[in-house]
């Protein structure tokens, strides 16, 4: 097996498509989280409405990104034999079902939207997509899927 072979097959040119987008769902959970915790600290309505925000903005540049890393996975069977491959996706479907939950939540007024229920999931999503990251680091750096040498 060559690094060829575990080329991306969602590029644009020779560039991969899923992390040039994963970053920004990635800022946009952690902003919700900080978000959040003002928002619990303050109670300042417009911290709760930047969190439904990020919110909205993560779920929809997520899903971007999923189906590009979804195509990557699918389409390549060595980018699915990658011992990190499967614990990646799982993750990064989990932290999308619990952010819609998460938004579900953060659409009701704004102290039952953040506190406790919205403040919780989103430090589980944030903890969620650390493991994510890491696994995906691995994939790239260690395992050179998405990688042209």
């Known amino acids: 097996m060559t690094d060829q072979d575990l080329h991306s097959t969602a590029r644009i040119g020779k560039h991969p498509v899923h992390p040039m987008l994963v970053p920004f769902p990635i800022v946009c959970f952690v902003g919700t989280l900080l978000t959040d915790v003002t928002y619990w600290r303050t109670a300042e309505m417009m911290w709760a409405n930047f969190s439904a925000w990020l919110l909205t903005a993560g779920l929809l540049l997520g899903v971007l990104s999923a189906i590009a890393g979804l195509i990557d996975f699918l389409r390549n069977r060595l980018v699915r034999a990658q011992r ?66």
């Not at 614990?87 to 990064?92: D, E, F």
């Not at 919780?120 to 899927?145: E, P």
């Open 84 to 149: 990190p491959a499967w614990p990646h996706v799982i993750g990064n479907a989990l932290v999308l079902i619990l952010s819609f939950f998460n938004a579900l939540v953060h659409s009701r007024d704004a102290w039952a939207s953040v506190v406790p229920t919205g403040l919780i999931l989103s430090a589980v999503v944030v903890a969620i997509i650390l493991f994510t990251a890491w696994t995906g680091r691995s994939l790239v750096y260690r395992h050179h899927v998405g990688a042209d040498q």
